[in-house]
C-alpha cells in the first residue's frame, strides 16, 4: 500500500513526538528532596527531572544515569517556584516616584535569591506605560514579571497625575489588558483621596469587562472598608490586610475581633492578600486575625525601597514570620504557590504538573533563634526561618546560596 504525503507526515510526526517525549535526555536531575506540591497533592519524598525548561517527571527513584546533572537536595524542601502578588518593579530613572522611578526595585536584585520566580507588579504603571515598563523591565529580568495595570492612565507617579480622573480610561485598560494577555493579570486601583466612587467604579468595570480580579491596595481614605469590600467580587483581592494606619480601618476591632463584614466579604471569596510594604503589616491585628480564621491567601511583599530593609526583608522572611506565628510549613508554602497562582488565575504556574514551566525552589527551613519585626517596630521571636538553597527559572539555576551546583574545587 502506497501512503500518501499528507499521511505519511502525520505518520512522521507521531513518530517523531513520542520519540521526544520518551527519548527526551535529563538535563537536570533533583535527587533525594522533600517534594511539596500542593496543587498535586504531593507532600513526599522524590525526584525530579527537568528537561527543555520543563518539569519531565516528578517520581521517586529517578535513575541518574542518563542525567546530564545531578543535584543531591537530600533534607532539602523541593517546591514550584514562589509567587510574590504584590511587588513594585517599575524601575527606572525619575526621582522619588514608583512609575519609571527610584521607589521601585529590580525584582532580580532581591527576589531571585528568596526563591521567587515570578512577581506580580501591582499597578506601578497604567495603559499609557505599561509598554515602556514591558520594554524596560518585564522582557529584561530573569524573574517572571506579571502586572495589575493601575486604572490610573501612567500607574503611580504621585498626586496629583495619579488622581486625574479624565486619565482613567475603561476602554484603554481595556484594551491593554487584550493586547499582553499573558503578563497582565488584573485591574487595581491604590491611590485616591477624592469622595467619589468613580476611580474604584471605573477599576471594577474594567475588571468585570476583561474577566481580571482587581487588586484593592487602600490607600483610600474616603472610601470605608466596609463599602470597599461589599463592592468586591469573590476572586477580587484587598492587600494589607493586616495594616493598622489612619487612613483605613483595621480588619479588627478594639477588642481585637474580626470585623463582621470582614469575616462576610471572606465567605463571599474575597481574598486577603497580605501585603507587607512599610506599613502594612502588624502583628496586633494578624495574630489576632490568623487566630480567628482569617489567614492571608497570599504572602505579597509590597516590594518597594522603602520595605525591603526594613520589617518586610523578602519574601521567605514574611513567610517565615508566619512559621513563628504557628502556621504549618505546608500551610505557609500553599499560600506562597498555588494558592497565589490561582489567585491571579495563573494555573500553569505555582506547580510541578509534569510538562509545567520548571520554575522551582530548593527551600532548607534552618533551626535558631531568630526575631521577625512588624511595621511598627514589634519584634516575635521564632526557632525556624526558610532559606533558599537553588531558585531555578525555567529549567536554569538562577540562584544557589551555598554552591551545591557548583563543581567541587579539589586543592
Ligand atoms: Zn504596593
Redesign the pocket.
Same mark, same amino acid.
Request: hydrophobic share 10%; charged share 20%.
Given at each position: 500500500m502506497r501512503m500518501n504525503s499528507k499521511t505519511a507526515i502525520v505518520v512522521l510526526i507521531f513518530f517523531l513526538s513520542v520519540v521526544s517525549s520518551y527519548g527526551q535526555q535529563i538535563e537536570l536531575l533533583l535527587k533525594n528532596g522533600h517534594v511539596f506540591d500542593p496543587a498535586n497533592n504531593i507532600n513526599a519524598r522524590m525526584d525530579l527531572a527537568i528537561a527543555g525548561g520543563k518539569v519531565l517527571k516528578v517520581a521517586a527513584n529517578i535513575s541518574p544515569v542518563d542525567a546530564k546533572r545531578v543535584i543531591d537536595v537530600t533534607g532539602y524542601y523541593v517546591c514550584p517556584g514562589l509567587i510574590d502578588i &504584590?511587588t513594585?518593579v517599575f524601575v527606572g530613572s525619575k526621582p522619588e516616584t514608583f512609575a519609571d522611578g527610584s521607589l521601585s526595585i529590580s525584582p532580580d536584585d532581591i527576589e531571585l535569591k528568596a526563591g521567587v520566580t515570578t512577581v506580580v507588579d501591582?499597578g506601578t504603571s497604567g495603559w499609557r506605560n505599561f509598554p515602556i515598563f514591558k520594554d524596560q523591565v518585564v522582557d529584561r529580568s530573569k524573574t517572571r514579571i506579571l502586572a495589575f495595570l493601575n486604572i490610573a492612565g501612567s500607574g503611580m507617579t504621585g498626586k496629583p497625575t495619579q488622581e486625574d480622573l479624565s486619565d482613567m480610561d475603561v476602554d484603554k485598560v481595556v484594551e491593554t489588558i487584550k493586547a499582553y494577555p499573558d503578563l497582565i493579570v488584573g485591574v487595581k486601583i %491604590?491611590h485616591y483621596e477624592g469622595k467619589e466612587w468613580t476611580p474604584f467604579d471605573k477599576a471594577l468595570s474594567a475588571g468585570n469587562k476583561s474577566n481580571v480580579p482587581l487588586l484593592v491596595?487602600c490607600h483610600l481614605p474616603q472610601y470605608t472598608l466596609e463599602d470597599q469590600l461589599k463592592k468586591m467580587r469573590p476572586g477580587d483581592i484587598i492587600?494589607h490586610s493586616y495594616e493598622k494606619v489612619s487612613e483605613r480601618m483595621s480588619v479588627v476591632d478594639d477588642n481585637k475581633v474580626v470585623r463582621p463584614f470582614v469575616k462576610e466579604a471572606q465567605q463571599r471569596g474575597v481574598l486577603f492578600d497580605l %501585603?507587607h %510594604?512599610g506599613a502594612g503589616f502588624w502583628f496586633s491585628e494578624a495574630i489576632p486575625a490568623l487566630r480567628q480564621g482569617l489567614a492571608p491567601n497570599s504572602f505579597g511583599t509590597?516590594l &518597594?525601597r522603602f520595605s525591603m530593609n526594613a520589617g518586610m526583608k523578602d519574601m521567605l522572611n514574611v513567610m517565615s514570620k508566619y512559621l513563628a506565628m504557628g502556621m504549618s510549613k505546608e500551610d505557609v508554602l500553599r499560600r506562597a504557590t498555588w494558592l497565589p497562582a490561582k489567585s491571579i488565575k495563573r494555573e500553569d504556574l505555582g506547580n510541578l504538573r509534569e510538562g509545567t514551566v520548571a520554575d522551582v525552589v530548593v527551600l532548607s527551613i534552618r533551626d535558631g533563634k531568630f526575631g521577625f519585626i512588624d511595621a511598627g517596630g514589634n519584634r516575635i521571636e521564632g526557632t525556624q526561618k526558610f532559606e533558599a538553597e537553588l531558585t531555578i527559572r525555567e529549567g536554569k539555576i538562577v540562584w544557589d546560596l551555598n554552591g551545591i551546583s557548583a563543581t567541587k574545587f579539589v586543592k
Open positions: &504584590h513594585h501591582a %491604590g491596595e492587600t %501585603g %510594604g509590597d &518597594h
